[in-house]
């Protein structure tokens, strides 16, 4: 137990230096930044491969390590890819070392067995955990824009501010990130009903996980629609996502939550 705990911290730490990174006063995609980013990518992701110990651990703490590693990866890439998606970087290391935080508070919480192991509840798994990772990064750039807009119709500038990416970047990111997220959520979905089928003929079940989902689908395609239909954006757009993002947060690890520790 106490390994367990040194390992959470050490992860925890891990992705420290990439929040400290808002703090330079010269803001750039250098070795330094390479660095943190290696590290805070490879601090979580190494202590959930651990913690897995070669099979899928479906309790709480599991969940949210798995969820912040991928995360990491997913924005991993989008620093690469384009051109001011880095930015993100303090905000994003900043709300997954939350996300560890409560891995670790809460990581004796009971382990609930896999049920099946068959190829679709594999498929289902992976794909929910890349969803998760998407929608992730993609809030962050859509709370990334809100406060960049906000603090310039305050007029008022702050480190944070200034190492966001612009307003518009912002946008772009989210509404890429949004796609590719709901593309994949879909295949969750239909991966989801396949695994159901399988084990008990039935293709869906209206529970508390399967609404909130299905709640986070059609509000991010919503938004999808009035972005590009009507042009919508700024702030009703963030408010949107990051709407549908609480939604999913509610269907996966909020669920899992209530299950593992409140109803355990």
């Given at each position: 137990m106490t390994q367990d705990v040194l390992f959470s911290a050490s992860a925890i730490l891990a992705l420290l230096p990439a929040c400290a990174t808002g703090m330079r006063r010269n803001i750039a995609r250098d070795s330094v930044f390479w660095a943190s980013l290696a590290l805070a990518v490879l601090g979580p992701l190494t202590w959930s491969i651990v913690r897995m110990d070669g099979a899928w651990r479906a309790d709480l703490s599991t969940t949210l390590w798995v969820t912040v590693s991928a995360s990491m990866v997913v924005f991993a890439v989008v620093s690469v890819v384009t051109r001011e998606g880095w930015r993100l970087l303090p905000l994003i290391a900043g709300y997954l070392g939350a996300l560890g935080v409560i891995a670790m508070l809460w990581q004796n919480a009971p382990d609930r067995p896999l049920a099946g192991g068959g190829t679709w509840i594999h498929l289902?798994?992976?794909?929910?955990?890349?969803?998760?990772?998407?929608?992730?990064?993609?809030?962050?750039?859509?709370?990334?824009?809100?406060?960049?807009?906000?603090?310039?119709?305050?007029?008022?500038?702050?480190?944070?501010?200034?190492?966001?990416?612009?307003?518009?970047?912002?946008?772009?990111?989210?509404?890429?990130?949004?796609?590719?997220?709901?593309?994949?959520?879909?295949?969750?979905?239909?991966?989801g009903m396949a695994v159901r089928w399988g084990e008990h003929r039935t293709l869906l079940v209206l529970d508390h996980k399967t609404i909130l989902t299905i709640a986070a689908f059609l509000v991010n395609g919503a938004l999808l629609v009035l972005h590009y239909r009507w042009g919508v954006r700024g702030r009703q757009a963030a408010r949107l996502v990051l709407l549908g993002y609480l939604l999913l947060t509610l269907g996966y690890p909020g669920v899992k939550f209530v299950t593992d520790v409140i109803l355990a």
């Open positions: 289902h798994i992976a794909v929910s955990i890349a969803t998760y990772a998407l929608l992730t990064v993609g809030a962050i750039a859509a709370l990334a824009a809100f406060l960049h807009e906000r603090s310039l119709k305050a007029k008022r500038g702050s480190n944070l501010s200034r190492w966001l990416p612009s307003v518009a970047d912002s946008e772009r990111l989210v509404v890429r990130l949004l796609v590719m997220g709901q593309v994949v959520l879909a295949v969750g979905l239909a991966s």
